[in-house]
């Protein structure tokens, strides 16, 4: 592996690999270990054109827990509002010897034109582009879905370190989802069953061609008995019209109504299901206090989780197995 632009490039081996990593990398933070020496000398550039909160703070926690050096760099305050293209950033960061770039960027393929052009030699980790890819992000969840529906004392590549038999149901706006489309190709990756739940103008083009199964009926999802729920942030940011509701959204009142997550739906869930959200929320919107706040509710441990999972895949780049790609 060279560089993590997208959840599709992942096979099984691969990703079960990742996520045995990342429950190493677990342990030694849970026994206070809290820096390992695997990157001194390395240094981690994270490059956000976009607004982060979880993603930047755990990909600088990450580095900096294997001891790399990192330099944090935001499009606002930088020259990229000068007009500076992505080459020349790309440029500027490969003569100050960066050897890992964590790039966000509102344009979707962006990590792939930095991957690929020859304008840098380090590895690229996609941190999220447009409505394409967050491949971090699958990882996390699918780490979080293993370690409570599989168990923490998984074997390294034994039985149960995958997500076969699983069923997930991801549920929202899939239309502007990064999210989505990284968890529906990884969690089939690994053996679960993907269901996408969404209001029809909410389901992109093309969805029933992906390995999973769309519906528009949260209420018969949940009596289906899913495993665990993915709820999505409404992206009312890029659906235009400057944050309010457009043709793509029925009104906010409607959609709670149908997609919704609320203690009524939450109590007819399997009792060891799990609910999931990649954050940040729109509580009262895709999901109710009560439900965000439950004891089933696995969000914070998401974040927690994104912290481990970012120093495997920095430490199978940097340090593990980039020659053998
Ligand atoms: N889940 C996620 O990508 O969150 P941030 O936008 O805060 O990084």
Redesign the pocket.
């Known amino acids: 592996m060279r560089h993590l632009l997208s959840a599709a490039d992942l096979d099984h081996t691969t990703a079960v690999h990742i996520l045995d990593t990342a429950a190493e990398m677990a342990k030694t933070q849970s026994r206070e270990i809290k820096k390992l020496p695997t990157l001194r000398g390395r240094t981690v550039v994270n490059l956000f054109f976009e ?6 703070i755990s990909f600088e926690a990450a580095a900096k827990r294997l001891s790399a050096d990192v330099i944090n760099f935001s499009a606002k305050g930088s020259s990229v509002s000068k007009g500076e293209s992505l080459k020349d950033t790309a440029l500027t960061l490969q003569a100050m010897g960066a050897d890992a770039v964590v790039v ?1 960027h509102q344009a979707s393929g962006a990590p792939h034109r930095l991957a690929n052009a020859g304008w840098l030699e380090a590895a690229v980790l996609n ?2 582009d447009g409505t394409h890819q ?1 491949p971090t ?1 699958a990882l996390l969840d699918s780490f979080t879905v293993r370690r409570h529906l599989r168990g923490t004392d998984v074997e390294p590549d034994g039985v149960g370190s995958d997500l076969a038999g699983l069923h997930v149901a991801i549920v929202g706006d899939v239309l502007h989802s990064r ?1 989505a489309r990284s968890n529906v190709d990884l969690l089939t990756t690994l053996g679960a069953r993907v269901t996408l739940v969404a209001p029809p103008t909410l389901v992109p083009v093309g969805a029933e061609t992906w390995p999973c199964e769309v519906s528009y009926h949260l209420d018969e999802v949940v009596d289906a008995g899913p495993d665990a729920v993915m709820m999505l942030r409404v992206q009312r940011e890029r659906m235009g019209g400057g944050g309010g509701a457009t043709s793509f959204f029925p009104s906010p009142l409607e959609y709670t109504r149908q997609y919704g997550l609320d203690a009524r739906r939450l109590a007819r869930l399997p009792e060891h299901a799990i609910v999931m959200h ?3 929320m729109n509580r009262g919107l895709e999901i109710s206090a009560d439900a965000a706040d439950s004891p089933r509710a696995v969000i914070v441990e998401q974040v927690a989780n994104g912290v481990a999972v970012r120093m495997a895949v920095l430490y199978l780049l940097l340090a593990g197995e980039r020659e053998k790609a």
Request: glycine residues 14%.
């Open positions: 607004d982060s909160t979880r993603t930047r966000r941190a999220g967050h992000q999210v990649p954050g940040p």
